[in-house]
């Protein structure tokens, strides 16, 4: 069966300082990779996605980017964090592409 | 653009029935689907309807008139463990573009 792992599950990162998120995906090849941003109560932001290793499409123009080194990782960062990044971040995976599986989130807090 | 409605919060009573409305307004449409968020969770997958008609999975089902650009999710027998926000999410074409979801329903079932 299939799997999605992220980490961590929770960072508190000061403002100004770098940004890592991993997402891993288990049990299948070739997915389509997103990421996705919620604020508090709020709708899911698609922030990248990707149909194969080295190809990412930006959907909103910010200081993050991600990168998909290989077939079932995917990585979001930052070099420099602002106040505004703060956020719960989702990890998802399809391959049947109206069926998305999410990861279980990483809540950011930019201090 | 791509817009979707739905109400932003319902409230119901526990073992009623409850209807979360989703109309949309995208470019191309292949599919609805809808996603169950928990406060804190990730969102889950829920249905998926592709063809006018109604859905039925136990107590949700799900309808979509591509007429009317109109779908619904119709949750029977109200639980407590339903208190969650309700995401509808748009397909809009056979290939990788990503799903366009709605803002969300918070959904709160009350004794």
């Known amino acids: 069966s299939q799997t999605i792992h992220q980490w961590p599950a929770t960072l508190v990162q000061p403002v100004g300082s770098p940004l890592s998120l991993e997402c891993t995906v288990e049990?299948?090849?070739?997915?389509?990779l997103y990421w996705y941003r919620q604020a508090a109560g709020r709708g899911l932001q698609l922030l990248f996605y990707?149909?194969?290793?080295?190809?990412i499409s930006s959907e909103v123009p910010q200081n993050l980017s991600a990168s998909r080194p290989q077939d079932r990782q995917f990585i979001l960062s930052s070099k420099k964090l602002l106040l505004s990044d703060s956020g719960f971040y989702l990890c998802?995976?399809?391959?049947?592409?109206?069926?998305?599986?999410f990861g279980p989130g990483t809540r950011l807090t930019v201090t | 653009g791509q817009s979707l409605e739905q109400p932003s919060e319902v409230t119901a009573v526990e073992g009623a029935i409850v209807q979360i409305n989703c109309t949309y307004q995208?470019?191309?449409?292949?599919?609805l689907s809808w996603y169950q968020q928990h406060d804190g969770g990730a969102p889950t997958f829920l249905s998926y309807?592709?063809?006018?008609g109604l859905e039925e999975t136990g107590r949700f089902s799900s309808f979509l008139s591509r007429s009317d650009s109109y779908g619904y999710l119709l949750l029977q027998e109200l639980q407590m463990k339903d208190s969650a926000s309700y995401f509808c999410?748009?397909?809009?074409?056979?290939?990788?573009?990503?799903?366009?979801f709605g803002k969300g329903t918070r959904l709160s079932v009350i004794a």
């Open positions: 999410a748009v397909r809009s074409d056979s290939g990788n573009t990503p799903l366009v």
């Open positions: 995208t470019s191309g449409f292949y599919g």
């Open positions: 309807n592709g063809l006018d």
């Open positions: 998802a995976w399809s391959d049947v592409h109206y069926e998305q599986y």
């Open positions: 990707s149909v194969g290793i080295g190809q």
């Open positions: 049990g299948t090849s070739n997915p389509n």
